[in-house]
């Protein structure tokens, strides 16, 4: 982009006039709209008179303090981080096998993984419920025939079960990740330290993880940071009680009515996010500063 | 470059069966003869796919999703494809700003997006409206269409325009003889990449939908905090069948890993 000819003033004019619907749309649509939630978050709220308009840190307060929100934030960003470390853990080793495979394998492999990425959330998290299903589910069924357990584990309704699923819907976007970085990378490199000696471990090791670490380090940000707003999967594999931030401000939205407390949940978590990817990425870059000149 | 050896072979395998079963679970399950949540053991039956019929807010739900993307993608590629075109031809102050601004929705939480739009359309007094809905979708879309749409005009051969306009064809009919058809394969895949994200969208949706604009996801959510049956597995089945017939499509059209690796990295 940065090979665009440089402008004089009837051109700026032009691109203005050419993005001036699309600006207007945006601004009107969505700054306003996200203004107003901000404020909203500062408003009163009760039973019987609704939302009042009025200046107070009543939510904030509330948010801050009360070890419901603490536990709620926390289990939220538990169950983000281990869906992140489990998609780095299996995502990055499947990208690599998946970057040594033949041409035709290749693409219809990636196809069969990626293409899940677009199928609805809420089919692939009925998949889940329907594979761990109660105690004779087929996940159960499985790990107890391979004489992995002895007894029905709990996946429904549990952490475990949120993590386990919600590393499923991620999955792709960790794969594309590593794989992407994967493509910048000369496979002469790992010749040459095999003609020089290298055993497999210290390839992988000293070469190519190396190498494809920004891949990894770029996708576990974008997990964390859907995992952290999932809706659909801890809603339905969660229930009603295990919450996290996105089930939690829904119900203080549609079943609370309490909108101000909801607002607040809502700003907290996105403000938590832009710093956490914000922070990350700087980090990130200047670690790799070579990789992404 | 060295093969992979039969390790990686197995850690592959296992890997593709997981992530492949619970899509196949569902479409077995949607084919069971049974009454009940059952895996189709001697034959195969329709009669959970028939039963949709008995259940109109399934079926309207189904006509609600189709309209919103189809319409929401249109509009998002009406706004994108002026927007594209300015942002990969001219460099303008700003012009990196509003590509941020533009590509914004991929960042925010799409709880925060529904959130907003309520209390926005609310407030306005447009709340539950199909209206409101199309907007926000509008928005939500916009990067996807923006993205592959600029993707094409960044890559184009600027040398026929010139040549067009040496030969004398005005702005409308540069545009719509030769820069149009230059960059359709973008633009009709962000149309189909955003018809997908809308059709698939339930985290914003589900703030702003009431009984009269559920869209299929939103309704096929709320049955599944009730009760799971096989009817919601056959109603699931019809919509992987539906997203794959728009992926085979797109793969035709664009290539598929092109359109997948726009999707990737959000917001940069």
Not at chain 2, 6 to 27: E, G, N, R, S, Y
Not at chain 2, 194 to 209: G, P, W, Y
Request: proline share 6%.
């Amino acid at each position: 982009m940065s090979a665009a000819p440089a402008t004089d003033g009837r051109d700026a004019r032009t691109a203005w006039l050419l993005t001036a619907p699309a600006l207007m749309l945006f601004v009107g649509v969505l700054v306003i709209p996200l203004a107003m939630t901000v404020m909203l978050s500062f408003h009163d709220w009760g039973q019987y008179k609704g939302i009042e308009p009025v200046f107070i840190l009543k939510n904030w307060h509330e948010v801050a303090t009360d070890p419901y929100f603490a536990e709620m934030f926390w289990r939220t960003f538990r169950i983000a981080l281990l869906t992140t470390l489990i998609t780095a853990v299996l995502g990055a080793p499947e990208a690599y096998i998946l970057n040594r495979m033949s041409g035709r394998w290749k693409s219809f492999f990636l196809l069969v993984i990626l293409g899940p990425l677009l199928i609805s959330v809420v089919a692939r998290t009925l998949g889940w419920a329907l594979l761990f299903g109660g105690n004779n589910g087929l996940v159960n069924k499985l790990l107890m025939s391979l004489g992995l357990i002895g007894s029905p584990l709990p996946f429904m309704f549990t952490e475990t079960g949120v993590v386990i699923a919600l590393a499923h819907v991620m999955m792709p976007f960790m794969v594309l990740s590593v794989w992407a970085a994967l493509q910048r990378v000369d496979p002469q490199i790992e010749n040459a330290a095999l003609s020089l000696g290298a055993g497999p471990f210290t390839i992988i090791r000293r070469i190519v993880l190396p190498q494809i670490m920004p891949g990894v380090l770029s996708g576990a940000i974008i997990v964390f940071s859907l995992s952290a707003s999932a809706f659909a999967t801890p809603a339905i594999i969660g229930g009603r009680r295990l919450k996290v931030a996105a089930t939690l401000a829904y119900d203080e939205f549609l079943n609370t009515l309490n909108w101000p407390l909801g607002a607040a949940v809502a700003v907290l978590l996105l403000v938590a996010l832009v710093l956490i990817v914000v922070g990350s990425n700087a980090l990130i870059e200047r670690r790799y500063a070579e990789v992404f000149r | 470059m060295r093969t992979n050896g039969p390790l990686a072979l197995i850690f592959h395998t296992i890997f593709v069966v997981i992530m492949l079963a619970p899509i196949l679970v569902v479409c077995l399950v949607a084919f069971t003869p049974e009454g009940y949540l059952s895996l189709p053991t001697t034959s195969f039956s329709l009669r959970w796919f028939r039963t949709i019929a008995n259940y109109p807010e399934f079926v309207h739900a189904f006509w609600v999703s189709l309209g919103l993307g189809a319409l929401s993608s249109l509009v998002a590629v009406l706004f994108a494809v002026p927007a594209a075109l300015a942002i990969a031809r001219y460099s303008f102050r700003g012009r990196d700003t509003l590509a941020a601004l533009f590509l914004s929705p991929l960042m925010i939480p799409h709880v925060v997006l529904g959130i907003a739009f309520l209390r926005f359309f609310t407030a306005i007094g447009i709340g539950g409206s199909f209206a409101g809905l199309l907007v926000a979708h509008v928005v939500v879309v916009f990067p996807f269409a923006l993205r592959l749409t600029l993707a094409a005009a960044t890559g184009m051969d600027r040398s026929i325009e010139m040549a067009a306009v040496s030969l004398g064809a005005g702005d409308w009919t540069l545009f719509r003889r030769v820069t149009l058809p230059l960059i359709l394969p973008g633009v009709i895949s962000g149309w189909a990449l955003a018809f997908i994200q809308s059709f698939d969208d339930l985290t914003m949706t589900v703030f702003l939908a009431t009984p009269g604009t559920e869209t299929l996801p939103v309704r096929m959510f709320l049955y599944i905090q009730d009760n799971i049956d096989p009817l919601v597995t056959s109603v699931s089945a019809s919509v992987i069948a539906i997203t794959m017939t728009a992926l085979i499509l797109l793969d035709r059209f664009y290539g598929l890993d092109r359109v997948l690796a726009g999707k990737n990295d959000p917001g940069r």
